[in-house]
């Protein structure tokens, strides 16, 4: 793999990434990640030693098949529209908290939830019934908690299921579910779609990332069939829609690319309560990719991810520009990227290193 020189003029982590886009053609695409500190004030600073790309993804549990993504792979090679994720837990405002709404807007993108804590599915004389929900102090706002999962209660393996939407959620059952086995009802429900009997099947809903092989994004991934397999592979199919590469629950997709000023606010997400900041207002980093045998291009980065890790109070933008490469990764000679703007931004010491809290 070729290593252009890059003369990286901003605070961020920038990362160049090479790809074949949609029709197979060889493109570059430069990724620029700023990390701020949400401080008390509810002002943003830069962290001084800024993490880098994590490239490979990061789940909540150490079995990829049974949990969800904390991080995506920061490597998409294009997004469509902003995605808007927050890691977060719903926290109790007092002692004795059984149910709590929680809610994230971000501009023109909106995201509600009404938490419980934790409910048994039971079987009484007629029907399954759910426990009264029991006080909590703090729960995940992941889709581990929310509608989805397995039904494997059946004896015979062919009977088993599971939620395509959401494959590692709770709550899950198919008319084959041995009907005498106690079973957790999710944590995690849309207000506007509540759980009334033990086979419903609402929307899961969520706050973070989505992974690949879930519905509805997975519908996006085209179709490999014989015409495929005949006349495209290894390109993508002619439907592949670019809107799969957009990691963020549907209602946190923004409808379009956030500017990186709007106003955030969120409610039940941390243990001040309700809280109300805005995103930094920087610009895209300007960036200029030198070709050979081409004068010097500018590449537009546009903001297309803002994650909001309410748990250790940061806020992350992430910028991508992608260029075609006629001759290949090779002919790339150097990258520059530069912010003006983010020089002067405030600056926080933080260790970026430190361990991250346990989603429990």
């Given at each position: 793999?070729?290593?252009?020189?890059?003369?990286?003029?901003?605070?961020?982590?920038?990362?160049?990434?090479?790809?074949?886009?949609?029709?197979?053609?060889?493109?570059?695409?430069?990724?620029?990640?700023?990390?701020?500190?949400?401080q008390a004030r509810r002002q943003l600073a830069l962290l001084e030693e800024q993490p880098g790309l994590t490239l490979a993804g990061e789940c909540y549990g150490e079995d990829v098949e049974s949990s969800c993504y904390r991080y995506e792979p920061e490597c998409a090679p294009f997004k469509?529209?902003?995605?808007?994720?927050?890691?977060?837990?719903?926290?109790?405002?007092?002692?004795?908290?059984?149910?709590?709404?929680?809610?994230?807007?971000?501009?023109?993108?909106?995201?509600?939830?009404?938490?419980?804590?934790?409910?048994?599915?039971?079987?009484?004389?007629?029907?399954?019934?759910?426990?009264?929900?029991?006080?909590?102090?703090?729960?995940?706002?992941?889709?581990?908690?929310?509608?989805?999962?397995?039904?494997?209660?059946?004896?015979?393996?062919?009977?088993?299921?599971?939620?395509?939407?959401?494959?590692?959620?709770?709550?899950?059952?198919?008319?084959?579910?041995?009907?005498?086995?106690?079973?957790?009802?999710?944590?995690?429900?849309?207000?506007?779609?509540?759980?009334?009997?033990?086979?419903?099947?609402?929307?899961?809903?969520?706050?973070?990332?989505?992974?690949?092989?879930?519905?509805?994004?997975?519908?996006?991934?085209?179709?490999?069939?014989?015409?495929?397999?005949?006349?495209?592979?290894?390109?993508?199919?002619?439907?592949?829609?670019?809107?799969?590469?957009?990691?963020?629950?549907?209602?946190?997709?923004?409808?379009?690319?956030?500017?990186?000023?709007?106003?955030?606010?969120?409610?039940?997400?941390?243990?001040?309560?309700?809280?109300?900041?805005?995103?930094?207002?920087?610009?895209?980093?300007?960036v200029r990719v030198s070709i050979l045998g081409q004068p010097d291009p500018r590449v537009e980065a546009r903001l297309d991810t803002v994650i909001l890790d309410f748990d250790q109070m940061r806020v992350s933008l992430l910028w991508r520009g992608?260029?075609?490469?006629?001759?290949?990764?090779?002919?790339?000679?150097?990258?520059?990227?530069?912010?003006?703007?983010?020089?002067?931004?405030?600056?926080?010491?933080?260790?970026?290193?430190?361990?991250?809290?346990?989603?429990?």
């Amino acid at each position: 793999m070729p290593h252009p020189r890059l003369d990286n003029q901003t605070p961020y982590v920038v990362e160049p990434l090479f790809f074949d886009d949609e029709d197979g053609d060889p493109v570059l695409v430069v990724v620029a990640k700023a990390t701020f500190e949400l401080q008390a004030r509810r002002q943003l600073a830069l962290l001084e030693e800024q993490p880098g790309l994590t490239l490979a993804g990061e789940c909540y549990g150490e079995d990829v098949e049974s949990s969800c993504y904390r991080y995506e792979p920061e490597c998409a090679p294009f997004k469509p529209a902003t995605d808007v994720v927050a890691i977060a837990h719903a926290h109790a405002p007092r002692p004795g908290t059984t149910q709590l709404d929680v809610g994230l807007q971000v501009g023109p993108v909106r995201q509600l939830a009404r938490v419980f804590g934790e409910r048994l599915w039971y079987r009484s004389a007629v029907d399954f019934l759910l426990t009264k929900p029991r006080p909590f102090e703090r729960i995940p706002l992941t889709f581990e908690r929310a509608f989805g999962g397995w039904d494997r209660s059946s004896p015979d393996p062919s009977q088993h299921s599971f939620e395509p939407r959401n494959p590692v959620g709770r709550g899950f059952h198919t008319r084959h579910a041995v009907e005498s086995k106690e079973d957790y009802a999710p944590n995690l429900e849309d207000p506007r779609d509540p759980i009334r009997a033990f086979r419903d099947r609402p929307a899961p809903v969520g706050f973070g990332f989505t992974s690949p092989h879930w519905q509805p994004r997975s519908a996006f991934a085209g179709t490999y069939d014989e015409v495929w397999d005949k006349t495209r592979k290894p390109r993508l199919p002619r439907d592949f829609d670019l809107r799969f590469h957009n990691a963020a629950p549907a209602g946190l997709v923004a409808p379009g690319y956030l500017r990186g000023d709007e106003p955030v606010q969120s409610t039940g997400m941390t243990p001040r309560g309700d809280l109300a900041f805005s995103l930094p207002g920087l610009p895209p980093p300007r960036v200029r990719v030198s070709i050979l045998g081409q004068p010097d291009p500018r590449v537009e980065a546009r903001l297309d991810t803002v994650i909001l890790d309410f748990d250790q109070m940061r806020v992350s933008l992430l910028w991508r520009g992608r260029t075609k490469v006629p001759e290949g990764p090779h002919d790339v000679n150097a990258i520059a990227v530069e912010s003006p703007e983010a020089q002067g931004f405030p600056r926080a010491i933080t260790d970026p290193s430190a361990d991250r809290p346990a989603a429990n």
